[in-house]
């Protein structure tokens, strides 16, 4: 059995968080079925007999499930096009007596049940026979039939949705989808009862059922981590370089959900630091439900109260927003490295006084010098 993929945009709207978002839609692709049950129901000397076979199994239908590599998975419906067809015959005898007819009559429901699933579909169905006579008198055994009567088909066609809380059950493999009869029965009936012993009659009910099924999955488009609002970042480095003692050192920095209408929200779910980062901090906290294209703002600060070159990272833990099934959201993470120096202030070296004395006295010779010579 061939299970195809066909991608196609829908436009549905779906609350994620109060805001709006644009779905995709993959389905597991049509898979056919064709199944049929029956009940029989017989009756010895009596006006009417009924027997049932409830609960009777159509068919079991395996459908290809979500691909969490899609994205998450925010709603399933199972689509059904089918036709339901119905027949009853049946068949009477007696032995010498009066005579009498023998009759039948048939009905039944219908079920699709899958995780998260279940439909009862209308109508009913309700057949009656054509009948058939045994003649009176002193006929010795005899029987007659009637039917078989075949029913013009009944469409059975319906999308049902899966339960929020069963859309894991649609991630991974297979699903698997029953369909059923709840109610099935026949009754047979006889016009007379009077007479020898040994007359009776019956009354066959069958259903066949026959269509296809699918899964038609709506999801969203995984998250998308950057340092950067056009394309994806996935580490940033941010250099202070040298910064003097005792100054102020910060640099800013942001975080971004690339944009995308078809894009889930982003959690900031935990950071996680290594180095120095007494010394190199930030002002990161976790947050939830980061809408596709939009970005939150940080700060990343260098303390200079001790001189030195200082080093430290930051992992950002990141994830789909809580939304539709769990097993489908991806994580994600970032690296932010921050580096920085921090020099001594460089101030005048004050010249001894000695050094001063010296040099007059020396300034004072050079003077006399050229007194002598000029004389």
């Not at 709006?20 to 029956?38: E, H, K, M, R």
């Not at 859309?167 to 699903?175: E, H, I, K, Q, S």
């Not at 640099?251 to 290594?274: E, K, Q, T, W």
Request: net charge negative; aromatic share 6%; glycine share 12%.
């Amino acid at each position: 059995m061939t299970r195809h993929f066909q991608l196609t945009a829908i436009a549905v709207l779906l609350g994620v968080s109060g805001i709006a978002q644009a779905a995709l839609t993959v389905t597991s692709g049509p898979v056919s079925f064709s199944g049929s049950a029956s009940v029989t129901a017989t009756g010895g000397q009596v006006a009417s007999a009924t027997n049932s076979n409830n609960g009777a199994t159509i068919a079991n239908v395996a459908l290809g499930q979500f691909d969490a590599a899609n994205g998450v998975l925010t709603g399933v419906d199972i689509q059904l096009t089918s036709n339901r067809t119905q027949t009853i015959n049946g068949t009477g005898n007696k032995n010498n007596g009066p005579g009498r007819t023998v009759n039948g009559s048939g009905t039944s429901n219908a079920s699709l049940s899958a995780a998260g699933v279940s439909a009862i579909f209308a109508p009913n169905l309700t057949q009656a026979g054509s009948g058939c006579a045994l003649a009176h008198g002193p006929t010795g055994p005899v029987s007659c039939s009637w039917g078989p009567n075949t029913a013009a088909a009944v469409t059975t066609d319906t999308t049902v949705g899966a339960d929020e809380q069963n859309l894991n059950d649609y991630a991974g493999g297979t699903v698997n989808t029953s369909l059923t009869l709840p109610s099935l029965s026949a009754t047979s009936t006889m016009s007379a009862t009077q007479g020898q012993a040994g007359s009776g009659s019956s009354a066959t009910y069958k259903v066949d059922w026959a269509g296809s099924l699918q899964a038609n999955y709506s999801y969203l488009l995984h998250s998308l981590a950057s340092f950067d609002g056009s394309s994806v970042t996935n580490t940033l480095t941010l250099d202070f370089g040298n910064v003097t003692q005792n100054s102020s050192a910060d640099l800013s920095f942001s975080l971004f959900n690339l944009a995308d209408a078809d894009r889930i929200g982003l959690d900031l779910d935990s950071v996680s630091g290594s180095g120095d980062t007494g010394t190199l901090t930030t002002n990161l906290t976790s947050f939830s439900d980061l809408a596709q294209g939009s970005s939150l703002a940080f700060v990343a600060n260098l303390l200079t109260s001790t001189t030195g070159v200082f080093n430290a990272q930051y992992l950002l833990n990141l994830s789909d927003a809580d939304f539709g099934a769990s097993s489908t959201r991806q994580n994600h993470q970032l690296t932010l490295n921050l580096v920085g120096n921090v020099v001594g202030n460089v101030t005048a070296v004050p010249v001894p006084g000695a050094v001063w004395l010296f040099s007059s006295a020396l300034l004072g010779l050079l003077g006399i010098n050229r007194r002598k010579q000029t004389a």
